[in-house]
C-alpha cells in the first residue's frame, strides 16, 4: 500500500498529533456554525447596533445596566467570535509545534484560518462603525463562509481515510455543487443586508436582488442533486462518500422548504430566517466534506499501482 500526503497506511491508526489537531479544528468549524447562526438571530431582531461602540460595549466589557436580549445577542456574539480568535492562534500554535508529524499543507492553512479570522474581526467592527452598511455585511458572512470551509477542508484532510478508486467525476462534481452554493449564500446575504424581501413586497424596489437569489436557487439545487443522483449509481462508491451525498440531498430539499416559508411569512418569524441561514451552511459544509474525501480518494487511485488498486473494495478502509 502506498501512503501519501493526505492517508494513512490501513493498518495503522493516525499519530495522535494528528489526530488532536483534526479534532480541535473540526471543533473550531461546528463552533463556527453557532457563531454565524446567533450573528443571523442578532441580524433579524435588529441587534446589530445594540452595542453602539466597538471593540467594547457601551464602554465596558459587561454592559450589566443595558443589557436586554437585543444587547445580549450583540455581545454574546462579539465574544464568541472573540473565541475563535483564541482558537485560531491556538490551532497556529499547535500545527507549528507538530509541524513533523502533519502534512507541508495543515500549517499553510491554519496560517489561512488566522488571517481569515482577523480579518474576520475587521470587519465586524466596520459593521458597528459604518452602522451596518449591506456590503460589508455581506462580505462579513461570506468571510465566515471562507472560514467555516477552510476548517472544515482541514480536518477533514487531516482524518484516517482509504478510497475505494471509484469516485470517477464525482470530485468535480462536489468543487461545482459547494462553488455554487456558496455563491447562493452571498446572495442571500445581499438579500437580508439590504432588506430586499421586505422592500420589494412594500414598494418594489430591490426586486431585482430578491430574483437573483430566487433564480440562484436553480443551478445550486440542480448541481446537488445531480451530485447525489450520481452518487447512487455508483456501486463502488466508498460508504462514507455515499452518506455525505445522502446528507446534502436531505439538506438542499430541507433548504428550499425553509425559503419558502420564509418568503411566505415575510422574515415574520425569526427562528425560520436563523435556521434557513444555517442549513445553508450545514449545505456547503456537507458539500465541502463529500469534495475533500472525494479529492483524496482520486489522489489514492493515482498513488496505488494498478495491480494493488484491482484488490482494493470498499471494506480496505473507512473514515475513522
Known amino acids: ?24 479544528v473540526l471543533g473550531m468549524a461546528a463552533e463556527t456554525v453557532f457563531l454565524m447562526a446567533l450573528g443571523s438571530a442578532t441580524r433579524v431582531m435588529n441587534a446589530g447596533l445594540a452595542c453602539p461602540d466597538w471593540p467594547l460595549c457601551y464602554g465596558v466589557l459587561v454592559p450589566q445596566q443595558q443589557m436586554n436580549l437585543q444587547v445580549f445577542l450583540e455581545w454574546f456574539h462579539r465574544l464568541t467570535a472573540s473565541s475563535m480568535g483564541l482558537f485560531a492562534i491556538v490551532l497556529m500554535a499547535l500545527c ?39 456590503d460589508i455585511v455581506t462580505a ?6 471562507l472560514f467555516f470551509v477552510t476548517l472544515l477542508a482541514m480536518g477533514i484532510g487531516l482524518r484516517p481515510y482509504q478510497g475505494t478508486g471509484a469516485v470517477g467525476k464525482l470530485p ?17 446575504a445581499l438579500v437580508g443586508s439590504q432588506w430586499a424581501l421586505h422592500q420589494c413586497l412594500s414598494d418594489s424596489q430591490l426586486c431585482q436582488v430578491m430574483n437573483s437569489h430566487i433564480v440562484g436557487v436553480v443551478p445550486a439545487t440542480l448541481a446537488t442533486l445531480v451530485l447525489v443522483l450520481w452518487a447512487w449509481r455508483t456501486p463502488a462508491l466508498h ?3 455515499r452518506r455525505w451525498a445522502n446528507i446534502a440531498g436531505g439538506l438542499v430539499i430541507g433548504q428550499i ?10 422574515l415574520q418569524v425569526e427562528p425560520l430566517t436563523v435556521s434557513h441561514q444555517a442549513i445553508g451552511a450545514l449545505l456547503l459544509g456537507a458539500l465541502v466534506t463529500f469534495t475533500v474525501l472525494a479529492f483524496r480518494d482520486a489522489a489514492q487511485t493515482i498513488s496505488v499501482p494498478a495491480a494493488a488498486a484491482e484488490t482494493l473494495s470498499p471494506s480496505d478502509g473507512q473514515l475513522a
Open 239 to 241: 460508504p462514507a462518500l
Open 140 to 145: 462579513h458572512l461570506g468571510t465566515a463562509l
Open 96 to 134: 507549528g509545534w507538530y509541524r513533523r508529524d502533519l502534512p507541508k499543507w495543515a500549517p499553510w492553512t491554519a496560517a489561512l484560518a488566522l488571517f481569515l479570522v482577523i480579518f474576520q474581526g475587521l470587519l465586524g467592527g466596520l459593521t458597528v462603525t459604518e452602522l451596518l452598511r449591506f
Open 172 to 188: 468535480w462534481m462536489g468543487l461545482t455543487a459547494a462553488v455554487l452554493v456558496y455563491c447562493q449564500s452571498i446572495l442571500g
Open 257 to 266: 422548504l425553509l425559503g419558502v416559508a420564509t418568503f411566505k411569512l415575510r
Open 1 to 24: 500500500m502506498v501512503d501519501i500526503t493526505f492517508s494513512q497506511p490501513k493498518t495503522e491508526s493516525a499519530p495522535r498529533p494528528r489526530e488532536w489537531v483534526a479534532k480541535f
